[in-house]
């Protein structure tokens, strides 16, 4: 994955044990224009707080970023060992200071290495290349079982654009697992406002709709960097759509990956929540019923429950009419008026939801608010993987 | 447990399988005052709906109660199936109609089979006895894995008075699963201002702290009946402060019983916020804690795992300054303005939260608002029981 103007590398600076990649670099040979999100948790990492007081972060022409560490509940020395990471990357790089945002992911509450940050640093610039982000990519895993890339071409008036995207975790926030990073990169030529419109909207349907297990982190960053290698004039008009629908494609992608990799996950469920009185009340229900245990783990049991979806959406505070809700399971209609139907339709049901994925649509029948979310079920694996003693 | 004046039995009317028990009566030989809350689900079963709309809940005497069909999510036809089971018990016992309350748990979605429960009564009146109120308590009970009762007795001028209670559950919503029901029973004459009074204030720190899974039922109830069969004067002063302490006590008990009995729990934890920026903002913060379910398969691992619990807190919405957060496991504190102690603090901690109970206590360092719930964890258990198809 090449996206001109772009540079990357990947490489094992000693936080993580036996060698494994855990620091990461990507770069821009070009000013960029660019946008930041970052977790809403109020306790937020040290490089969040860091990331969030820039004064300028327009400036900004890629990221360094370490796995194996988030740097988070550690105090100011945390906080120094972000400047003098980021000092001394864009020094080795021969930027101005403030030209990197800087992230971490990994165990909270262990002082930062930045020693060993800064001696990787000479060699980590060193092998900087266009084919190196994929490398990077790789540096910022942590527990994910496979990295998380895409791309995409975009034709445009006299030539073509390019996007790329890296990304990692699930949503969780502790030892020896991951927290949600994820960077894109372009060439396009985008004005700053167009761009920080385009990122938000893509940004919302892809990683604000994405549950695990209902836990935020303390790192969670998404950026996007532009910076115009192609030559072209700022995109406008259509090629500007064309180029915010492939960026919403590509963070979709992207989102997906991690819901797909939560940890222990066997299927995806896009749960959408209609007839709601409000927008505001169908994401309230829909998150109550992507978050429920007893709907997850229906799900992971392949049952056509669909007591304990109503039960969640009651239970989670919106208007709700008993006698007016319509649920289907992959299609399959199985409540409506507030009745079951029979046992056939849910027999009909019951082949459909053994797949990865499939759809739980609940109608309020009440107004026409509406959302949807994406979540993974709750799996013996999962207990597996979260029980055990941090190492 | 026998509470003068009231008398119970339990049957097997058909609605479970294999000739399980299912079916529950308990009543007063005498007038009672009483009061009962109900679930705040706005999917109440019909037996909920029924209860909360009942004209003269003053003249309640007793409660029948089944266990394998929740009634809920059955329409009008469940609405007419409680009312014909009340209005035939309240026949077969000889009261006006309405001296019942009714409830139902079990399979949500199901018509109830009211002729089942009719065809029982005369068995079930001829059989009630004061020994009876157990096998009422053993008859509404569903995956529990033992029956929850006890009693308390209480010296007050005069004489004694008994109080006794059966409850069944665990907070769970749907088939084969148990929903939350409780029942206390006392010959204490206690005015009805005084009954209620004490009543919601005895639930408030037992039924309603107590979580296991986070999802609130469609059918949860619980009631105290107060038949005065003591024959002693209203209860006044130290007397009802006496009751009213006991009553505490004794619903507490019911209540560590169901979270303990959560499907497939190994552990009862209590989780304490201090120092929130207000009371609200405390139960908020403890409430993220007791249903994050990185916390809760860190409690089944036996992980002091602060990272998790701070993370929660972070997540919640609350006010922190993670600067000023101290956090201690089972009395050992491993986080102190922010920052972690050392490893052997951790190492100290380890083997206090193998225990089968503990306390988890967080000082945010803001203000005075304090809360604390009882959560259960998160198992293999919890999966195995809750992924299987129903049957």
């Given at each position: 994955m090449a996206i001109p103007g772009f540079?990357?590398?990947?490489?094992?600076?000693?936080?993580?044990?036996?060698?494994?990649?855990?620091?990461?670099?990507v770069?821009s040979?070009l000013?960029c224009v660019s946008d930041?999100?970052?977790?809403?948790?109020?306790?937020?990492?040290?490089?969040?707080?860091?990331?969030?007081?820039?004064?300028?972060?327009?400036?900004?022409?890629?990221?360094?970023?370490?796995?194996?560490?988030?740097?988070?509940?550690?105090?100011?020395?945390?906080?120094?060992?972000?400047?003098?990471?980021?000092?001394?990357?864009?020094?080795?790089?021969?930027?101005?200071?403030?030209?990197?945002?800087?992230?971490?992911?990994?165990?909270?509450?262990?002082?930062?290495?930045?020693?060993?940050?800064?001696?990787?640093?000479?060699?980590?610039?060193?092998?900087?290349?266009?084919?190196?982000i994929?490398?990077?990519?790789?540096?910022?895993?942590?527990?994910?079982?496979?990295?998380?890339?895409g791309v995409r071409r975009v034709?445009v008036?006299?030539?073509t654009v390019t996007l790329g995207g890296?990304?990692?975790?699930?949503?969780?926030?502790?030892?020896?697992?991951?927290?949600?990073?994820?960077y894109a990169f372009t060439d396009a030529p985008v004005?700053?406002?167009d761009l920080?419109?385009a990122f938000?909207?893509a940004?919302?349907?892809?990683?604000?709709?994405?549950?695990?297990?209902?836990?935020?982190?303390?790192?969670?960053?998404?950026a996007l960097f532009a910076n115009g290698a192609c030559?072209l004039?700022p995109l406008?008009?259509?090629d500007l759509?064309a180029f915010s629908?492939a960026l919403?494609?590509l963070l979709?992608?992207?989102?997906?990956?991690?819901?797909?990799?939560?940890?222990?996950?066997?299927?995806?469920?896009?749960?959408?929540?209609?007839?709601?009185?409000?927008?505001?009340?169908?994401?309230?229900?829909?998150?109550?019923?992507?978050?429920?245990?007893?709907?997850?783990?229906?799900?992971?049991?392949?049952?056509?429950?669909?007591?304990?979806?109503?039960?969640?959406?009651?239970?989670?505070?919106?208007?709700?009419?008993?006698?007016?809700?319509?649920?289907?399971?992959?299609?399959?209609?199985?409540?409506?008026?507030?009745?079951?139907?029979?046992?056939?339709?849910?027999?009909?049901?019951?082949?459909?939801?053994?797949?990865?994925?499939?759809?739980?649509?609940?109608?309020?029948?009440?107004?026409?608010?509406?959302?949807?979310?994406?979540?993974?079920?709750?799996?013996?694996?999962?207990?597996?993987?979260?029980?055990?003693?941090?190492?």
């Open positions: 540079r990357g590398s990947g490489t094992a600076c000693g936080i993580k044990k036996a060698g494994k990649a855990d620091l990461a670099l770069v040979d000013p930041v999100v970052f977790t809403r948790n109020r306790v937020a990492a040290a490089p969040v707080a860091w990331g969030k007081g820039l004064r300028s972060r327009a400036a900004l022409r890629g990221v360094i970023a370490n796995s194996g560490n988030a740097n988070a509940c550690t105090g100011k020395e945390g906080l120094s060992a972000v400047r003098r990471t980021s000092d001394a990357a864009c020094a080795a790089l021969g930027l101005p200071a403030g030209s990197l945002l800087v992230s971490s992911t990994g165990v909270i509450g262990v002082p930062l290495p930045a020693e060993k940050i800064e001696a990787a640093l000479p060699g980590l610039v060193a092998s900087l290349s266009a084919r190196g994929a490398r990077a990519g790789d540096a910022i895993l942590t527990t994910d079982a496979y990295p998380k890339r034709g008036r006299g030539g890296i990304a990692k975790g699930a949503g969780m926030i502790a030892p020896n697992m991951g927290t949600m990073l994820a004005r700053p406002a920080r419109r938000r909207e940004v919302d349907p892809s990683f604000n709709r994405i549950v695990v297990d209902g836990d935020t982190s303390t790192n969670d960053t998404a030559g004039p406008e008009g259509r759509a629908e919403q494609s979709l992608d992207l989102a997906l990956l991690i819901v797909r990799d939560g940890e222990g996950a066997s299927r995806v469920v896009r749960i959408a929540v209609t007839g709601a009185a409000s927008g505001a009340e169908a994401e309230t229900a829909a998150r109550a019923v992507a978050t429920s245990p007893l709907v997850k783990t229906a799900v992971f049991g392949a049952d056509p429950n669909w007591g304990r979806v109503v039960a969640a959406v009651g239970r989670s505070g919106v208007r709700v009419d008993p006698d007016r809700i319509e649920l289907s399971f992959a299609g399959e209609t199985v409540l409506r008026r507030g009745l079951r139907i029979d046992r056939a339709a849910e027999r009909r049901a019951a082949p459909k939801i053994r797949k990865e994925t499939y759809a739980i649509d609940v109608d309020l029948g009440l107004g026409k608010g509406s959302h949807y979310l994406y979540f993974s079920d709750l799996t013996h694996d999962y207990i597996r993987i979260n029980a055990g003693y941090r190492t």
